[in-house]
T-cell receptor, first 110, second 116 residues
């Protein structure tokens, strides 16, 4: 079993829909990252969370440390949101190494 | 804008011909990372520099080397590229103080390496 599991693996939705991507992890962490990668592109860090909830524009990220679970929400989704969304956690015993989820490929249709 | 810059964005090299990828940052971060990402896979950390201290991941092949001449620049050298080294190479930076805390990593746009 992978230490970081994301669901769903693939998600196709219509423009305007509310999107939820989930991430579960099985190790003790000091932080969880949500990142975005467009096809053939570099990676953009969206959020780094250690507790609670963060919001940036139409993106909201939440984390429940007790349940070892995080969600990334996109409100009023738009075709430009189409990308791979990756959850990565920093193990509490490591300063540098991130444990990466497999990513969720999101397609938003106009 | 403060950022992480990678050059070139696309690099084609011949089998066995040494190649160097570069990364620069204007964030003044003390840690720089090199990742290798193959198609549909998660990025794999190759090594990182904490200031001038080089830290190699245990499974990084000897074929991969790195240099960090100053805070702003870091280079990835592939001494004898093989076909299996074709990948996206991502540079990232973070500012780390002390131990135990987590610091956001800022990624560059990547260099896509093709080996012919």
């Amino acid at each position: 079993k992978n230490e970081v599991e994301q669901s769903p693996q693939n998600l196709t939705a219509q423009e305007g829909e509310f999107i939820t991507i989930n991430c579960s992890y099985s190790v003790g962490i000091s932080a969880l990252h949500w990142l975005q990668q467009h096809p053939g592109g570099g990676i953009v860090s969206l959020f780094m969370l250690s507790s609670g909830k963060k919001k940036h524009g139409r993106l909201i990220a939440t984390i429940n440390i007790q349940e070892k679970h995080s969600s990334l929400h996109i409100t009023a989704s738009h075709p430009r949101d189409s990308a791979v969304y990756i959850c990565a956690v920093k193990h509490m015993d490591s300063n540098y190494q991130l444990i990466w989820g497999a990513g969720t490929k999101l397609i938003i249709k106009p | 804008d403060a950022m992480v810059i990678q050059n070139p964005r696309y690099q084609v090299t011949q089998f066995g011909k040494p190649v160097t990828l570069s990364c620069s940052q204007t964030l003044n971060h003390n840690v720089m990372y090199w990742y290798q990402q193959k198609s549909s896979q998660a990025p794999k950390l190759l090594f990182h520099y904490y200031d001038k201290d080089f830290n190699n991941e245990a499974d990084t092949p000897d074929n991969f080397q790195s240099r960090r001449p100053n805070t702003s620049f870091c280079f990835l050298d592939i001494r004898s590229p093989g076909l299996g080294d074709a990948a996206m190479y991502l540079c990232a930076t973070s500012r780390v103080v002390g131990t135990g805390a987590s610091y956001e990593q800022y990624f560059g746009p990547g260099t896509r390496l093709t080996v012919t």
